[in-house]
């Protein structure tokens, strides 16, 4: 489709306000750019009613960018033809002036034009004001909207039906006994168990004043665990002078049972976390961190049995507030001062280059020049291969990940198609304005490529592992996918729900060149970047990522890279 075409398709994301606002105020510019003779009565008033309905667009809650800009040229309208509502012009304007204000009025028509290339990414949508109601009241209004708009029911194959047959009961016994506990964690159960990472209460704060969190999981024992892939739970992290270390619990001990109970068994149930697990391979890793979580003070008793030692121990520790220290070092979390994007030569010949994230920091004002200036260096230095390393990114701008790509192939290639809701037409379209190609750059790099990916690369940064599979040069490596939570968040749905909560959640999908979702996990737990080599989860490699501190995921790459031709 044309460029004007896809200008013009994008009534379907204004309100009828914005609509309205947009036939009249061209109705006005071009009837002041078109000389007549006199003009009806009426149309001098067409600026006064565009204002009307600008007020009234505002008091129905449409502040976005594109609202605005809409806003702004009906003013300015208003301001220059209020006097003919009071004194119709009577004079016959020069030939001068005629020419000077048809200008004017063509120049008047850019500000509709941008407003309607960026009308979907800053399209209105509103706030749902639950907070008033009742707890099953405002959950069966928040259930009722997202089955209608949530971006990935389908794909989920969620039973909207089903989750209001159970969650109701729950909300009205909250409501009815006055439990604020119980309606907080049903809340996030529900929220939960759309098995989406862009789903989040937003104004949760989980480890400063959550007195449920705190009350469930504020104890800690000192240790982290993780399973492997023939069902042993091995400890992963070992805090130093604390009461598993005291006991003599060592880094690889494994766990056998847990209050009596097999440890995998445990290990499965395990259902706290900071944000939804969208993937079976994120689920898997954070289990393990908040199996060894317990309300403060309570005992546990742990049967084990640490690597040097084929003993069978017992012991019973007390969990203590740690401040969540164990949850803390298990969960890489970047901040301002971390370089988005660093390069180097490693010494075996590769080059290496690690993501953080793709977003341009105080430091480095742009990340696509510096993986550029990487390049020509790798190619001075003729370098075997290249590793980036996207592990642990947490999204970031998708056009940058777009224009990044953009150096490892050789002719254009569709990043992706991006869908929303429209309140037009009831169903989700593709905003035309938004498709994202990778367009070849230079220097191109034509080498192989390895891309370290883990269950907790996320939303943009899932993006190059997805938009480079399947090319003969790219190969993906990583224990698990990526976290499987592609979604788009431009103008997300945000619900405002009893006791302050303020529930957000993504509006938009990622679409491949069959317009099919990419990147989002579907109802089985299966999604995101899906790597080409997995990497065993077993007990040598554990050894030597968790004790012996080698970059397992980094040799394996190396050893991918090796191998390719």
Same mark, same amino acid.
């Given at each position: 489709?044309?460029?004007?075409?896809?200008?013009?398709?994008?009534?379907?994301?204004?309100?009828?306000?914005?609509?309205?606002?947009?036939?009249?105020?061209?109705?006005?510019?071009?009837? #002041?750019? $078109?000389?007549?003779?006199? &003009? @009806?009565?009426?149309?001098?008033?067409?600026?006064?009613? /565009?204002? %009307?309905? =600008?007020?009234?667009?505002?008091?129905?809650?449409?502040?976005?960018?594109?609202?605005?800009?809409?806003?702004?040229?009906?003013?300015?309208?208003?301001?220059?033809?209020?006097?003919?509502?009071?004194?119709?012009?009577?004079?016959?304007?020069?030939?001068?002036?005629?020419?000077?204000?048809?200008?004017?009025?063509?120049?008047?028509?850019?500000?509709?034009?941008?407003? #309607?290339? $960026?009308?979907?990414?800053? &399209? @209105?949508?509103?706030?749902?004001?639950?907070?008033?109601? /009742?707890? %099953?009241? =405002?959950?069966?209004?928040?259930?009722?909207?997202?089955?209608?708009?949530?971006?990935?029911?389908?794909?989920?194959?969620?039973?909207?039906?089903?989750?209001?047959?159970?969650?109701?009961?729950?909300?009205?016994?909250?409501?009815?006994?006055?439990?604020?506990?119980?309606?907080?964690?049903?809340?996030?159960?529900?929220?939960?168990?759309?098995?989406?990472?862009?789903?989040?209460?937003?104004?949760?704060?989980?480890?400063?004043?959550?007195?449920?969190?705190?009350?469930?999981? /504020?104890?800690?024992?000192?240790?982290?665990?993780?399973?492997?892939?023939?069902?042993?739970?091995?400890?992963?992290?070992?805090?130093?002078?604390?009461?598993?270390?005291?006991?003599?619990?060592?880094?690889?001990?494994?766990?056998?049972?847990?209050?009596?109970?097999?440890?995998?068994?445990?290990?499965?149930?395990?259902?706290?976390?900071?944000?939804?697990?969208?993937?079976?391979?994120?689920?898997?890793?954070?289990?393990?961190?908040?199996?060894?979580?317990?309300?403060?003070?309570?005992?546990?008793?742990?049967?084990?049995?640490?690597?040097?030692?084929?003993?069978?121990?017992?012991?019973?520790?007390?969990?203590?507030?740690?401040?969540?220290?164990?949850?803390?070092?298990?969960?890489?979390?970047?901040?301002?001062?971390?370089?988005?994007?660093?390069?180097?030569?490693?010494?075996?010949?590769?080059?290496?280059?690690?993501?953080?994230?793709?977003?341009?920091?105080?430091?480095?004002?742009?990340?696509?020049?510096?993986?550029?200036?990487?390049?020509?260096?790798?190619?001075?230095?003729?370098?075997?291969?290249?590793?980036?390393?996207?592990?642990?990114?947490?999204?970031?701008?998708?056009?940058?990940?777009?224009?990044?790509?953009?150096?490892?192939?050789?002719?254009?290639?569709?990043?992706?198609?991006?869908?929303?809701?429209?309140?037009?037409?009831?169903?989700?379209?593709?905003?035309?304005?938004?498709?994202?190609?990778?367009?070849?750059?230079?220097?191109?790099?034509?080498?192989?490529?390895?891309?370290?990916?883990?269950?907790?690369?996320?939303?943009?940064?899932?993006?190059?592992?997805?938009?480079?599979?399947?090319?003969?040069?790219?190969?993906?490596?990583?224990?698990?996918?990526?976290?499987?939570?592609?979604?788009?968040?431009?103008?997300?749905?945000?619900?405002?729900?009893?006791?302050?909560?303020?529930?957000?959640?993504?509006?938009?999908?990622?679409?491949?060149?069959?317009?099919?979702?990419?990147?989002?996990?579907?109802?089985?737990?299966?999604?995101?970047?899906?790597?080409?080599?997995?990497?065993?989860?077993?007990?040598?490699?554990?050894?030597?990522?968790?004790?012996?501190?080698?970059?397992?995921?980094?040799?394996?790459?190396?050893?991918?890279?090796?191998?390719?031709?």
């Amino acid at each position: 489709m044309s460029m004007a075409g896809n200008v013009f398709g994008s009534w379907m994301w204004l309100t009828v306000y914005e609509m309205g606002l947009i036939l009249l105020n061209l109705t006005v510019l071009v009837g #002041l750019a $078109v000389p007549v003779q006199k &003009r @009806y009565r009426w149309f001098d008033f067409l600026p006064s009613a /565009g204002v %009307a309905i =600008a007020i009234a667009s505002m008091l129905n809650g449409d502040t976005t960018l594109l609202a605005w800009l809409i806003y702004a040229l009906t003013a300015i309208l208003f301001f220059c033809t209020v006097k003919n509502v009071f004194r119709p012009a009577r004079r016959i304007p020069t030939r001068k002036f005629k020419i000077a204000r048809a200008i004017l009025c063509a120049c008047g028509v850019i500000p509709l034009g941008i407003a #309607l290339m $960026v009308a979907g990414e800053t &399209r @209105y949508n509103p706030v749902s004001h639950f907070g008033d109601m /009742g707890y %099953a009241q =405002a959950f069966v209004h928040l259930n009722a909207r997202l089955s209608e708009e949530y971006p990935f029911g389908d794909w989920k194959k969620v039973d909207w039906d089903r989750l209001k047959r159970k969650y109701e009961p729950i909300f009205e016994k909250a409501e009815q006994t006055k439990d604020k506990d119980l309606y907080y964690k049903t809340l996030r159960e529900y929220l939960f168990s759309l098995r989406d990472g862009h789903i989040k209460i937003a104004n949760e704060r989980l480890y400063d004043g959550n007195t449920v969190f705190k009350h469930e999981a /504020g104890g800690g024992l000192g240790i982290s665990a993780i399973r492997l892939d023939d069902g042993k739970v091995l400890v992963d992290l070992v805090l130093k002078d604390s009461p598993a270390e005291r006991s003599g619990i060592k880094l690889g001990a494994e766990i056998v049972s847990w209050n009596g109970e097999p440890a995998k068994d445990v290990y499965a149930r395990a259902s706290w976390s900071e944000s939804p697990m969208a993937t079976d391979g994120d689920r898997l890793f954070n289990q393990g961190r908040f199996m060894a979580r317990a309300p403060i003070g309570q005992e546990v008793r742990i049967a084990y049995r640490n690597r040097d030692d084929h003993e069978l121990k017992n012991v019973a520790l007390k969990a203590y507030d740690d401040h969540y220290e164990t949850l803390k070092r298990t969960r890489a979390k970047w901040s301002e001062t971390d370089a988005p994007i660093e390069a180097s030569v490693l010494s075996n010949g590769y080059g290496y280059v690690k993501i953080r994230y793709f977003l341009p920091s105080k430091t480095i004002s742009n990340p696509e020049k510096v993986l550029k200036e990487a390049l020509n260096l790798f190619r001075d230095r003729q370098v075997k291969g290249i590793v980036i390393d996207v592990r642990d990114n947490p999204g970031g701008d998708d056009d940058l990940v777009a224009s990044m790509a953009g150096f490892f192939v050789d002719k254009k290639r569709l990043y992706e198609y991006v869908s929303y809701y429209s309140r037009i037409t009831r169903r989700f379209e593709i905003n035309a304005m938004e498709t994202r190609i990778i367009k070849p750059a230079e220097p191109r790099y034509t080498g192989n490529v390895a891309i370290l990916i883990n269950h907790r690369t996320g939303s943009s940064g899932e993006g190059l592992p997805i938009a480079l599979k399947g090319m003969p040069h790219v190969k993906i490596v990583g224990f698990t996918s990526t976290n499987g939570s592609f979604g788009v968040v431009t103008g997300p749905i945000r619900v405002e729900m009893p006791e302050g909560y303020l529930l957000q959640f993504p509006d938009g999908r990622s679409l491949n060149q069959d317009k099919v979702i990419q990147g989002d996990s579907d109802d089985t737990g299966q999604g995101g970047g899906i790597p080409d080599i997995r990497i065993p989860l077993n007990e040598q490699n554990f050894e030597e990522k968790y004790i012996q501190g080698q970059d397992v995921e980094l040799n394996y790459a190396i050893d991918a890279l090796a191998r390719m031709k």
